[in-house]
């Protein structure tokens, strides 16, 4: 069982970037997928989740807006789309998969994570 997100790195403030999460060894599509980050000397928090089917992704408030998720059950992947990078962005983000159709429950486990960086 595992996870891989992937893509981070270092950007410019108002740059995008699209974060990969990558699962195998489970069956992929009856997972919800979660997204989380942790900025230096800051508590993690929930960036997004989408379904186990792709529909009705949530976000976060400090994400609507900028941040769209998607996920390729064929492809074994969930992304992160970010526009309009902040510094405040920076961080290590993180995915997480919890068993179920739906959004809302605990993550049964998670990927190792991805470092961003905004900074000009």
């Known amino acids: 069982v595992q996870l891989q997100a992937s893509g981070g790195g270092l950007v410019q403030p108002g740059g995008a970037l699209r974060l990969s999460c990558v699962g195998s060894?489970?069956?992929?599509?009856?997972?919800?997928i979660s997204w989380f980050r942790q900025a230096p000397g800051k508590e993690r928090e929930g960036v997004s989740c989408i379904s186990s089917s792709g529909g009705s992704p949530n976000y976060a408030d400090s994400a609507k807006g900028r941040f769209t998720t998607s996920r390729d059950n064929a492809k074994n992947t969930v992304y992160l789309q970010i526009h309009s990078l902040k510094p405040e962005d920076t961080a290590v983000y993180y995915c997480?998969?919890?068993?179920?159709?739906?959004?809302?429950?605990?993550?049964?486990?998670w990927g190792q994570g991805t470092l961003v960086t905004v900074s000009s």
């Open positions: 997480a998969a919890e068993l179920g159709p739906l959004c809302g429950g605990i993550a049964d486990f």
């Open positions: 060894g489970f069956s992929f599509d009856r997972y919800t």
